[in-house]
């Protein structure tokens, strides 16, 4: 396996496929690189370097008891970047991963960057406070942390085949395939890091992380995501990163890159050709 190892000795797992300018794709909770094959081979088919990586505690990375935080999240992501001697980096980040690229460009800045693309991502904030009305209850977040406590893997499966890819809506249509993947996916991480992540996740703040955007970013949503709601994410994102490309997808769910595959697909490749 393609390994690099941080400061502290995590290892973190990484693929690389094709030859190109450089994509790096950051994934979702409870997941991994795997989430991300679609678009990694698309891509790599058309001319681009697509590289994704298993988060620490996911995947094969190791299962760190500390660190499953979004600051050490984006210093790993900068470790890869470096380690790699990686330049002229695009970053593509969906849901948690979204908020993992925020941080990476407020902590380790846009030098060794193009662009960025925030897909389905949890910045600028999920938790509702004074400061962010429309962001969702601490009560919802805790319901998770419930629901991995109680039976992680009968939580996942229930997140898998309801909101997640949008199963529970009318018409829809969600393969048996996609919902055993998230499944697997999610057992394949680590039990303390998933649990960690959701407040990582949840609470953290990057309102500020996206002032610092001083880059092309594309912005993409669905207007039916029951899992990051649009009006607290996507749309207050697009406000804050300056000329930031935002893209509704009219009706899709969260897990876009599963859903609507071909649409996202082509999106990205336009936007790397900008």
């Known amino acids: 396996m393609s390994t690099i190892k941080t400061k502290d000795g995590t290892e973190i797992y990484y693929k690389d496929w094709g030859m190109g300018q450089p994509v790096i794709f ?16 698309f891509l790599a088919n058309h001319g681009y370097r697509s590289i994704a990586h298993d988060r620490r505690g996911h995947g094969r990375s190791s299962q760190t008891w500390a660190g499953n935080d979004m600051d050490t999240y984006a210093d790993d992501l900068a470790a890869l970047i470096t380690t790699l001697d ?30 960025a693309a925030l897909i389905s991502a949890v910045p600028p904030l999920m938790l509702r406070t004074a400061a962010n009305p429309a962001g969702l209850p601490l009560a919802e977040f805790d319901k998770i942390r419930d629901g991995s406590l109680a039976d992680r893997s009968q939580f996942y499966q229930d997140l898998a085949s309801g909101p997640f890819f949008g199963a529970n809506r009318p018409n829809a249509k969600v393969s048996q395939g996609m919902m055993d993947t998230f499944w697997r996916q999610g057992m394949t991480a680590g039990h303390k890091n998933t649990f960690d ?25 669905g207007d039916d995501d029951q899992v990051v709601p649009i009006g607290a994410s996507g749309l207050l994102s697009a406000k804050l990163v300056k000329n930031a490309t935002l893209k509704i ?17 082509n999106d990205l490749l336009a936007f790397l050709k900008t």
Request: aromatic share 10%; with cysteine; glycine share 10%.
């Open 26 to 41: 950051s994934h979702g909770w409870p997941l991994n690189s795997d989430s991300w094959e679609a678009q990694m081979l």
């Open 86 to 115: 990686l330049k002229d980096v695009v970053l593509v980040g969906f849901s948690a991963g979204g908020g993992e690229i925020a941080r990476y460009i407020s902590r380790h800045g846009t030098n060794r960057l193009d662009k």
């Open 249 to 265: 997808y009219k009706g899709a769910p969260h897990g876009i890159g599963y859903t609507h595959q071909s649409q996202l697909n």
């Open 197 to 221: 992540c959701i407040k990582a996740f949840s609470e953290t703040d990057f309102t500020e992380d996206l002032k610092k955007f001083d880059l092309p970013t594309l912005i993409i949503h």
